[in-house]
């Protein structure tokens, strides 16, 4: 069964910073490309970063660009995001996803696995 387990989410203060872990188990994940995803409540979910199989170029929503950083392990079967500088409007649940395309990351519909979310709240 292939799971997909996030943690390291929390309460931090504008400005702060958190690192998001997302172990995967079940199969390797070497060819998969990975991302990051968020909701947050009555709003859609939506793209956050994504890092193709081989690392190579990353991408991420206009929104985090330049304050959160995704990078992944291989060895581990892991995924992370590194998010600074964080706002108010960072404030949702944060779900990690994997998928065996390798275009158009951006795209939910793309996404094979999810994994069950972490919690992030940013106060003012």
């Known amino acids: 069964q292939v799971q997909l387990v996030e943690s390291g989410g929390g309460l931090v203060q504008a400005g702060g910073s958190l690192r998001l872990s997302c172990v995967a188990s079940?199969?390797?994940?070497?060819?998969?490309?990975m991302a990051w995803f968020r909701q947050a409540p009555g709003e859609e979910r939506e793209f956050v970063a994504a890092?193709?199989?081989?690392?190579?170029?990353?991408i991420y929503a206009d929104s985090v660009k330049g304050r959160f950083t995704i990078s992944r392990d291989a060895a581990k079967n892991a995924v992370y995001l590194q998010m600074n500088s964080l706002k108010p409007e960072d404030t949702a649940v944060y779900y990690c996803?994997?998928?065996?395309?390798?275009?158009?990351?951006?795209?939910?519909?793309?996404?094979?696995?999810w994994g069950q979310g972490t919690q992030v709240t940013v106060s003012s």
């Open positions: 079940g199969r390797t994940f070497r060819t998969y490309s």
């Open positions: 890092i193709p199989w081989d690392s190579g170029s990353t």
């Open positions: 996803s994997a998928t065996s395309n390798g275009v158009n990351l951006a795209l939910a519909r793309r996404y094979d696995y």
